[in-house]
Protein backbone atom coordinates (compact mmCIF):
# COMPACT_ATOMS: atom_id res chain seq x y z
CA UNK A 1 0.00 0.00 0.00
CA UNK A 2 1.36 3.55 -0.89
CA UNK A 3 0.92 6.42 1.55
CA UNK A 4 0.84 10.21 0.46
CA UNK A 5 1.77 12.34 3.03
CA UNK A 6 -0.01 15.31 4.60
CA UNK A 7 3.72 16.67 4.64
CA UNK A 8 4.37 16.29 1.21
CA UNK A 9 4.78 19.70 -0.83
CA UNK A 10 4.36 21.24 -4.54
CA UNK A 11 5.52 23.30 -7.01
CA UNK A 12 3.47 26.14 -8.20
CA UNK A 13 6.04 28.06 -9.57
CA UNK A 14 9.95 27.61 -10.96
CA UNK A 15 10.95 30.28 -9.20
CA UNK A 16 11.05 28.93 -5.75
CA UNK A 17 11.83 26.77 -3.58
CA UNK A 18 9.43 25.16 -0.56
CA UNK A 19 10.14 23.66 2.43
CA UNK A 20 7.55 21.65 4.57
CA UNK A 21 7.40 22.50 8.28
CA UNK A 22 5.55 20.98 11.27
CA UNK A 23 4.07 23.57 14.19
CA UNK A 24 1.57 23.45 16.31
CA UNK A 25 0.23 20.88 14.19
CA UNK A 26 -0.15 22.60 11.33
CA UNK A 27 2.17 23.01 7.86
CA UNK A 28 3.96 26.04 7.79
CA UNK A 29 5.16 26.73 4.41
CA UNK A 30 8.50 29.02 3.94
CA UNK A 31 8.88 30.48 0.25
CA UNK A 32 12.01 31.72 -0.96
CA UNK A 33 14.14 32.52 -4.64
CA UNK A 34 15.51 28.89 -5.68
CA UNK A 35 18.88 31.22 -6.12
CA UNK A 36 18.74 32.23 -1.89
CA UNK A 37 19.40 28.40 -1.30
CA UNK A 38 21.28 26.76 -3.85
CA UNK A 39 25.08 28.34 -4.73
CA UNK A 40 27.56 26.97 -7.28
CA UNK A 41 30.74 26.68 -4.96
CA UNK A 42 32.71 25.25 -8.15
CA UNK A 43 32.98 23.93 -11.82
CA UNK A 44 35.43 21.41 -12.83
CA UNK A 45 35.58 20.27 -16.99
CA UNK A 46 35.59 16.88 -17.73
CA UNK A 47 36.28 15.23 -21.18
CA UNK A 48 34.25 12.59 -21.01
CA UNK A 49 30.16 11.56 -20.82
CA UNK A 50 29.41 10.14 -17.67
CA UNK A 51 27.70 6.41 -17.93
CA UNK A 52 27.59 4.81 -14.33
CA UNK A 53 28.21 6.85 -10.81
CA UNK A 54 28.82 5.14 -7.69
CA UNK A 55 29.23 6.62 -4.39
CA UNK A 56 31.34 5.56 -0.83
CA UNK A 57 30.00 6.32 2.49
CA UNK A 58 32.94 8.99 2.57
CA UNK A 59 31.13 10.50 -0.07
CA UNK A 60 33.97 9.97 -2.96
CA UNK A 61 32.47 9.49 -6.59
CA UNK A 62 33.57 6.34 -8.88
CA UNK A 63 32.40 7.85 -12.27
CA UNK A 64 32.78 5.76 -15.21
CA UNK A 65 32.11 6.42 -19.16
CA UNK A 66 31.36 4.49 -22.57
CA UNK A 67 34.71 2.77 -22.86
CA UNK A 68 34.40 1.33 -19.14
CA UNK A 69 37.32 4.04 -18.22
CA UNK A 70 36.51 4.97 -14.20
CA UNK A 71 37.45 7.98 -13.18
CA UNK A 72 37.65 9.31 -9.35
CA UNK A 73 36.68 11.87 -7.69
CA UNK A 74 38.03 12.69 -4.26
CA UNK A 75 35.20 14.86 -2.16
CA UNK A 76 37.51 15.42 0.93
CA UNK A 77 40.36 17.40 -1.42
CA UNK A 78 37.27 19.17 -3.92
CA UNK A 79 38.98 22.83 -3.38
CA UNK A 80 42.25 21.27 -4.88
CA UNK A 81 40.69 19.14 -7.81
CA UNK A 82 40.90 20.83 -11.29
CA UNK A 83 40.37 17.75 -13.39
CA UNK A 84 39.54 14.26 -13.25
CA UNK A 85 42.03 11.46 -13.15
CA UNK A 86 41.80 8.03 -15.22
CA UNK A 87 42.58 5.63 -12.26
CA UNK A 88 41.23 2.33 -13.89
CA UNK A 89 41.38 1.19 -17.47
CA UNK A 90 39.60 -1.80 -18.89
CA UNK A 91 41.53 -4.55 -20.81
CA UNK A 92 38.99 -4.86 -23.15
CA UNK A 93 36.83 -1.78 -24.36
CA UNK A 94 33.39 -2.51 -22.61
CA UNK A 95 30.75 -0.66 -21.31
CA UNK A 96 30.16 -0.98 -17.23
CA UNK A 97 26.48 -1.95 -16.28
CA UNK A 98 26.84 -0.75 -12.93
CA UNK A 99 29.34 0.39 -10.13
CA UNK A 100 29.00 0.01 -6.68
CA UNK A 101 31.50 0.85 -3.91
CA UNK A 102 28.35 1.55 -0.89
CA UNK A 103 28.85 -2.11 0.87
CA UNK A 104 32.41 -3.11 1.47
CA UNK A 105 36.61 -1.11 0.42
CA UNK A 106 36.02 -3.54 -2.53
CA UNK A 107 35.06 -1.66 -5.94
CA UNK A 108 32.14 -4.00 -7.62
CA UNK A 109 31.78 -3.66 -12.09
CA UNK A 110 29.19 -5.46 -13.63
CA UNK A 111 29.02 -6.02 -16.98
CA UNK A 112 25.81 -6.80 -18.40
CA UNK A 113 27.19 -7.91 -21.81
CA UNK A 114 29.64 -10.29 -20.76
CA UNK A 115 27.88 -11.76 -17.73
CA UNK A 116 30.78 -11.32 -15.36
CA UNK A 117 31.68 -8.32 -12.60
CA UNK A 118 35.51 -7.19 -11.56
CA UNK A 119 36.41 -6.55 -7.76
CA UNK A 120 39.11 -3.63 -7.30
CA UNK A 121 40.32 -2.30 -4.15
CA UNK A 122 39.22 1.43 -3.32
CA UNK A 123 42.82 2.44 -5.20
CA UNK A 124 40.89 0.45 -8.15
CA UNK A 125 43.83 -1.53 -8.46
CA UNK A 126 42.36 -5.40 -9.67
CA UNK A 127 41.80 -8.08 -7.11
CA UNK A 128 39.79 -10.41 -9.35
CA UNK A 129 37.60 -11.28 -12.05
CA UNK A 130 34.63 -13.63 -12.02
CA UNK A 131 31.89 -15.14 -14.71
CA UNK A 132 28.27 -15.27 -13.16
CA UNK A 133 27.56 -19.26 -12.88
CA UNK A 134 25.73 -20.28 -15.60
CA UNK A 135 24.32 -23.06 -13.56
CA UNK A 136 22.67 -20.66 -11.34
CA UNK A 137 22.58 -17.50 -13.85
CA UNK A 138 21.07 -17.73 -16.90
CA UNK A 139 21.17 -13.71 -17.90
CA UNK A 140 21.48 -11.03 -15.07
CA UNK A 141 20.71 -7.41 -16.03
CA UNK A 142 21.47 -5.86 -12.68
CA UNK A 143 23.98 -7.04 -9.82
CA UNK A 144 25.34 -5.58 -6.32
CA UNK A 145 27.39 -6.54 -3.55
CA UNK A 146 25.32 -8.18 -0.61
CA UNK A 147 26.66 -7.13 3.02
CA UNK A 148 27.28 -10.32 4.03
CA UNK A 149 30.01 -10.99 1.16
CA UNK A 150 27.94 -12.72 -1.55
CA UNK A 151 26.59 -11.25 -4.69
CA UNK A 152 22.46 -10.15 -5.09
CA UNK A 153 21.82 -10.82 -9.58
CA UNK A 154 18.91 -9.99 -10.95
CA UNK A 155 18.34 -12.90 -13.69
CA UNK A 156 15.83 -11.40 -16.12
CA UNK A 157 15.75 -15.36 -18.02
CA UNK A 158 13.85 -16.66 -15.14
CA UNK A 159 12.61 -13.50 -13.25
CA UNK A 160 14.61 -14.09 -10.26
CA UNK A 161 16.34 -12.42 -7.32
CA UNK A 162 19.16 -14.61 -6.62
CA UNK A 163 21.95 -14.45 -4.00
CA UNK A 164 24.84 -16.39 -5.05
CA UNK A 165 28.81 -17.20 -4.32
CA UNK A 166 30.34 -16.79 -7.43
CA UNK A 167 33.33 -18.24 -6.14
CA UNK A 168 32.30 -21.09 -4.60
CA UNK A 169 29.53 -21.46 -6.90
CA UNK A 170 26.99 -21.47 -4.25
CA UNK A 171 22.80 -20.54 -4.92
CA UNK A 172 21.68 -19.61 -1.75
CA UNK A 173 18.66 -17.90 -2.44
CA UNK A 174 15.85 -17.20 -5.40
CA UNK A 175 12.91 -15.64 -5.36
CA UNK A 176 10.73 -16.02 -9.02
CA UNK A 177 8.53 -12.22 -9.04
CA UNK A 178 6.67 -13.29 -11.89
CA UNK A 179 4.88 -15.68 -9.71
CA UNK A 180 4.59 -13.06 -6.58
CA UNK A 181 3.50 -10.75 -9.31
CA UNK A 182 1.67 -12.11 -12.33
CA UNK A 183 -0.31 -9.16 -13.70
CA UNK A 184 3.15 -8.08 -14.89
CA UNK A 185 4.03 -9.06 -18.37
CA UNK A 186 7.18 -8.25 -18.26
CA UNK A 187 10.43 -7.34 -15.51
CA UNK A 188 12.67 -5.35 -16.58
CA UNK A 189 15.57 -4.47 -13.72
CA UNK A 190 18.53 -2.64 -14.90
CA UNK A 191 19.99 -0.97 -11.35
CA UNK A 192 19.66 -2.76 -7.67
CA UNK A 193 20.90 -2.19 -4.25
CA UNK A 194 21.16 -3.37 -0.71
CA UNK A 195 20.66 -0.67 1.73
CA UNK A 196 19.54 -0.98 5.50
CA UNK A 197 18.71 -4.23 5.47
CA UNK A 198 16.78 -4.27 1.93
CA UNK A 199 17.25 -4.78 -1.80
CA UNK A 200 15.98 -2.11 -3.86
CA UNK A 201 15.11 -2.82 -7.88
CA UNK A 202 13.88 -0.53 -10.21
CA UNK A 203 11.47 -1.59 -12.80
CA UNK A 204 11.51 0.15 -16.26
CA UNK A 205 8.53 0.04 -18.48
CA UNK A 206 8.39 0.75 -22.06
CA UNK A 207 11.36 3.04 -23.65
CA UNK A 208 13.18 2.48 -20.48
CA UNK A 209 11.24 4.54 -18.18
CA UNK A 210 11.81 4.55 -14.40
CA UNK A 211 8.21 3.92 -12.63
CA UNK A 212 8.33 1.59 -9.79
CA UNK A 213 10.78 0.44 -7.04
CA UNK A 214 10.99 -3.63 -6.14
CA UNK A 215 11.98 -3.92 -2.17
CA UNK A 216 12.98 -7.18 -0.88
CA UNK A 217 14.73 -8.10 2.27
CA UNK A 218 17.99 -9.90 3.16
CA UNK A 219 16.45 -13.21 2.55
CA UNK A 220 15.36 -12.16 -0.54
CA UNK A 221 11.70 -12.44 0.21
CA UNK A 222 9.78 -9.70 -1.84
CA UNK A 223 8.56 -6.98 0.60
CA UNK A 224 6.43 -4.54 -1.39
CA UNK A 225 6.61 -2.37 -4.37
CA UNK A 226 6.52 2.02 -4.55
CA UNK A 227 4.86 3.10 -7.45
CA UNK A 228 5.94 6.38 -8.76
CA UNK A 229 2.91 6.40 -11.06
CA UNK A 230 0.75 6.69 -8.16
CA UNK A 231 2.84 9.03 -5.80
CA UNK A 232 3.44 11.19 -8.65
CA UNK A 233 0.78 10.94 -11.82
CA UNK A 234 1.19 13.80 -13.70
CA UNK A 235 6.06 12.89 -14.15
CA UNK A 236 6.10 11.16 -16.77
CA UNK A 237 9.27 9.04 -15.67
CA UNK A 238 12.10 9.20 -13.48
CA UNK A 239 16.45 9.41 -13.84
CA UNK A 240 18.38 6.82 -11.93
CA UNK A 241 18.02 6.14 -8.30
CA UNK A 242 20.01 7.30 -4.79
CA UNK A 243 20.30 7.06 -1.39
CA UNK A 244 20.86 9.01 2.15
CA UNK A 245 19.43 8.13 5.34
CA UNK A 246 16.35 7.22 5.42
CA UNK A 247 15.17 8.16 1.71
CA UNK A 248 15.51 7.15 -1.57
CA UNK A 249 15.51 10.33 -4.36
CA UNK A 250 14.98 10.49 -8.18
CA UNK A 251 14.67 13.75 -10.77
CA UNK A 252 12.67 14.63 -13.43
CA UNK A 253 13.42 17.74 -15.27
CA UNK A 254 14.76 20.27 -12.75
CA UNK A 255 13.03 18.58 -9.57
CA UNK A 256 14.84 16.10 -6.65
CA UNK A 257 11.78 13.85 -5.30
CA UNK A 258 12.64 12.43 -2.10
CA UNK A 259 10.20 9.10 -0.93
CA UNK A 260 10.67 7.80 2.58
CA UNK A 261 11.94 4.22 2.25
CA UNK A 262 9.33 3.17 5.22
CA UNK A 263 6.79 5.28 5.01
CA UNK A 264 6.05 6.30 1.51
CA UNK A 265 5.89 10.20 2.47
CA UNK A 266 7.50 12.55 -0.20
CA UNK A 267 8.99 15.99 -0.56
CA UNK A 268 10.04 17.74 -3.81
CA UNK A 269 12.94 20.41 -4.16
CA UNK A 270 13.34 22.31 -7.14
CA UNK A 271 17.38 22.21 -8.30
CA UNK A 272 19.33 24.88 -9.60
CA UNK A 273 18.70 26.12 -13.28
CA UNK A 274 21.33 23.55 -15.34
CA UNK A 275 20.95 22.32 -18.32
CA UNK A 276 21.32 18.57 -19.44
CA UNK A 277 22.39 17.42 -16.05
CA UNK A 278 22.70 13.88 -16.17
CA UNK A 279 23.41 12.82 -13.00
CA UNK A 280 23.10 14.64 -9.30
CA UNK A 281 23.83 12.97 -6.01
CA UNK A 282 24.13 14.19 -2.70
CA UNK A 283 27.67 13.56 -0.95
CA UNK A 284 27.84 15.67 2.29
CA UNK A 285 25.22 17.13 4.94
CA UNK A 286 26.64 19.49 7.70
CA UNK A 287 25.63 21.69 10.39
CA UNK A 288 27.12 24.85 10.62
CA UNK A 289 27.16 27.73 13.25
CA UNK A 290 24.72 30.39 11.81
CA UNK A 291 26.24 33.28 13.25
CA UNK A 292 23.51 35.77 12.04
CA UNK A 293 21.02 34.11 14.17
CA UNK A 294 23.19 33.83 17.22
CA UNK A 295 23.62 37.39 17.08
CA UNK A 296 19.94 38.19 17.16
CA UNK A 297 18.42 35.20 19.73
CA UNK A 298 21.82 35.52 21.73
CA UNK A 299 22.05 31.38 21.57
CA UNK A 300 23.89 29.47 19.30
CA UNK A 301 21.56 28.59 16.41
CA UNK A 302 23.02 25.74 13.20
CA UNK A 303 22.07 25.65 9.59
CA UNK A 304 22.05 22.84 7.36
CA UNK A 305 24.35 22.52 4.59
CA UNK A 306 24.13 20.00 1.59
CA UNK A 307 26.69 19.52 -0.67
CA UNK A 308 25.37 18.11 -3.88
CA UNK A 309 27.42 17.09 -7.16
CA UNK A 310 25.81 17.46 -10.95
CA UNK A 311 27.09 16.04 -13.83
CA UNK A 312 26.58 17.03 -17.57
CA UNK A 313 28.78 15.65 -20.61
CA UNK A 314 31.50 17.55 -20.14
CA UNK A 315 31.42 19.25 -16.55
CA UNK A 316 31.31 18.64 -12.52
CA UNK A 317 29.32 20.68 -11.18
CA UNK A 318 29.24 21.33 -6.91
CA UNK A 319 26.72 22.73 -5.28
CA UNK A 320 25.84 23.70 -1.94
CA UNK A 321 21.90 23.75 -0.19
CA UNK A 322 21.49 25.82 2.22
CA UNK A 323 18.52 24.29 4.38
CA UNK A 324 17.61 26.19 7.37
Known sequence: MIFLSSFSFVFTSESYIYFPNKKNNEIVTKQQKIEDFWKKTKEIPINFTPKQIAKTRTGNLYVSDKKGNVFFFDMQNLDK???QNVIYTPEKIAQISQIDAWQTQEIMLFYMDYQEFHLLDRFLKPIAKRE???QFVEYATA???ASDGNIWVWDSASNSLKKINPAQEQLFSQTNLATILPQLEE????????????????FLEEKNELKKIFIFDLFGNYK????LNVLFPDIKYFTNLDFWDNEFYTFFENKLYFIDIYTQKYR????????????WTKIEEILLEDKTKKIETKKIETKKIEKWIGFTANKMLVYELNKE
Open 81 to 83: MQS
Open 132 to 134: LPK
Open 143 to 145: STP
Open 187 to 202: ININFMREYQYQVFLT
Open 224 to 227: KIID
Open 268 to 279: IISLPNENNVLF
